[in-house]
């Protein structure tokens, strides 16, 4: 069984930064891509970056060059770093293991607002 557990949510001012991390127990978190999807109030959840078991990454149009996501396979661990924050980027941000191109196991979500 894989859970995944994310922290670093929060609210901040339009222009800053947050760190969001997912941590992630059992055994097949290296081997597998992982990606942070978002869902804000009165809309579906989408895929807000990904990044493989071999570091390789993909990010949706909104957020190219001001998100990155990274991973540290040694402590079970990913990241997204957001940059230049905007009040559209408030949502619930959800961390996932993905397994044939499906997301498989969520994590239960943590809060980002972005104030103007």
């Known amino acids: 069984q894989v859970q995944l557990v994310e922290s670093g949510g929060g609210l901040v001012q339009a222009g800053g930064s947050l760190r969001l991390s997912c941590a992630a127990s059992?055994?097949?978190?290296?081997?597998?891509?992982m990606g942070w999807y978002r869902q804000a109030p009165g809309k579906q959840r989408e895929l807000v970056a990904a990044?493989?078991?071999?570091?390789?990454?993909n990010y949706a149009d909104s957020v190219k060059g001001r998100f990155t996501i990274s991973r540290d396979n040694a402590k079970n661990t990913m990241y997204l770093q957001m940059n230049s924050l905007k009040p559209e980027d408030t949502a619930v941000y959800y961390c996932a293991l993905i397994l044939n191109d499906i997301p498989k196991y969520w994590g239960q979500g943590t809060q980002v607002t972005v104030s103007s």
């Open positions: 059992g055994n097949i978190f290296s081997i597998n891509t």
């Open positions: 990044i493989s078991s071999g570091s390789s990454t």
